[in-house]
């Protein structure tokens, strides 16, 4: 069995919650080595904690545990990130021991979030893209569409009985409006035989 800690970094303002299998002391100053590196600069716990000078924070204990894996550590801190994950002034990004439906979960929210605060950078690339692949765009409209065809006709075919009802209450409520309607609609169909029956006698005084 191996010794580890769960802890906290906070400046008593803002904090961030940790798991570690060194001393919570030297895992803060890991921390301090780390915000210097380019691939930790976008972190919120480096950027706030540099921001408000390292030498202010401090490294609390909020457990001690024995584990065989790290996926036990991580489900420990888990346990105290769950306590404080509604805290606006907590630090951590991602989920300790996170599930594979959380992870999707998160990553949606993190790319939306993204997304929402660029969304001229997004536009660019979206129209570049368009732009470079009109044959994929034509076909993304395709399905599309397609698509939308089909679960009209799903809903159409689910709520048939509803639309049905819909529309005997509605011509029971406006019988005036029902009987233009109807009106309208005769008038059309006798408009395209009588269309019908000239085309078919042009045809036959043209072969004669």
Known sequence: MKKG??????????????????TPEARLEEHKSCSTKTSSQRQPVYIYFKSTNWENVKVETLRECEFRVKRELLQYEREEYDKVASDENCLNVNRPSITREELKKQMKENNAKWQDENKERCKEILNNWRKNNPEKVKKQRERRSEKAKEEQRIYREEHKQEQREKLRQWR????????????RSIEKINEKRRQAREAKNNVENNTN
């Open 172 to 183: 029971l409520a406006n019988p005036e409006k029902y009987a233009e309607q109807k009106r």
């Open 5 to 22: 800690y769960v802890y906290k970094l906070t400046d008593g303002n803002k904090f961030y919650i940790g798991s570690t299998s060194l």
